[in-house]
């Protein structure tokens, strides 16, 4: 049978390529053994199901444990109606289990309780019942809140000292966040008296990305079933723009396998890889489109944006920089400090922020091709600053992101330059004070910085001009545009206060400084 490139639910090992559950989470069967309770939490479409589902699966087959994953999440509609979502989640489970394990197994009877109490008191006869220790994987956890959160969370800590003969010898918690306060646990009150709500938990870990190496096994798995060969150049890079993000790196080779090159004879290059892409930013998949969704919260915004003006961060709460960290949004960088977690979303975050700009734009002829296609980089300044002089300002109110509003409406104008024919490319980093633009199109490269004028502050030209020295050299490219945005107070419309000048920059190189 076929194998497949999984992006959508949990991973089948009859049809899906995918790595072992336990290898990605070694210590798990010693933490069951042990008699604990614990935490999983990995941002969404790492892969926490389908482990979970083959883990239990094989403790189940090993002869030592009834062990089955259930879902919480059918009781997220019932927030404020404890006993209709403990019935929906009992419903749910009943369900589950009738399929995930055998009969002699299964729960003998399922018993009725007051609200409160159902969850915790089906469990335990379940587990007084049991020829074996009973072990359970909680999963969507985070999907419950309030009232609900809180009572199913008490329940299983009230049965805790009970295991293994009257209550599960194992509980795991699965989700997205760790569930590690009780105030993010109970909607912001402090209703539980107590430093955690789970305070019976051993351990809360997180399932990582995929290793270089654990991309490179994946993607053998297809080369084994089929002949066709990903380069080491073309796995390098693939998980380079990843970070090894399990859901990007299925991507990635499922629309490379299934869509760009068919035939299995074709190798698998890095130019593939780009291809690949550029589709998927461009179409935006449930999985970025989700990302794109979070980017609209205040909370997300209050981090994103310094990171994009490469600005320092403000005064941000641990709870709400943590939060980032857990959606996978950002990472710890080695020097120090927040980074966006990989090139992918580096580069979808800004077109995205910059949609709504983009849509805003009016009709823009492009004059900055010549005759035969080519990108004439002297007409494009031109055009440029026609259009920011002309349509800047109001086009700064469409930027849901205010404080970088100038970058959002540049990049939109950049986005119908590149209009599918060439890329654009972007760095930034916090603390840098700059976002560094590169646009590819045929033959042209053309190095831009983007720095931001601000009250009380020097003129940035200096240090752009030293910090695009480097960009640019990056790039071997002896020429580059220095875009310094004026957000000083009192200044004069920005028609009239946009000029440019030629100059040389430390290095030697051409600049055109454009102020605006």
Known sequence: MPKWFNTAGPCKPDIHYMLSAT??????KQLIAQENYFVIHAPRQVGKTTAMLTLAQELTTSGQYTAVMLSLEVGAAFSDDLGAA???ILGEWKQSIRFRLPKDLQPKEWLDAEAGARIGTNLSNWAEQSSRPLVVFLDEIDALSNETLISVLRQIRSGFPNRPQGFPQSVALVGMRDVR?????SGGSDRLNTSSPFNIKVRSFTLSNFTLEDVRKLYQQHTDATGQVFTPEAVDLAFHLTQGQPWLVNAIAKEIV?????DPATPITPDLVNQAKEILIKRQDTHLDSLAERLREDRVRAIIQPILSGLELGDTTDDDRRYLLDLGLVVRSQEGGLKIANPIYQEVI?????QGVQDSLPMIQPSWLNVDGSLNAEVLLNAFLVFWRQHGEPLFKSANYPEIAPHLVMMAFLHRVVNGAGTL???????SGRMDICLRYGTVILGMELKVWRDKKPD???EGLKQLDKYLSGLSLDTGWLVIFDRRKGLPPLSDRTTTENVISPAGREIIVIRG
Do not use: M, N
């Not at 306060?181 to 646990?185: F, G």
């Not at 299934?258 to 068919?262: A, D, G």
């Not at 490319?425 to 603390?431: D, L, V």
């Open 460 to 462: 940035p030209i200096k």
């Open 258 to 262: 299934e869509y760009i090159t068919k």
């Open 86 to 88: 403990e019935l929906a």
């Open 425 to 431: 490319e972007r760095e930034y980093a916090i603390g």
């Open 23 to 28: 290898e990605r989470l070694p210590e798990i």
């Open 350 to 354: 800004p077109r995205v922020l910059s």
């Open 181 to 185: 306060d009780y105030k993010y646990a």
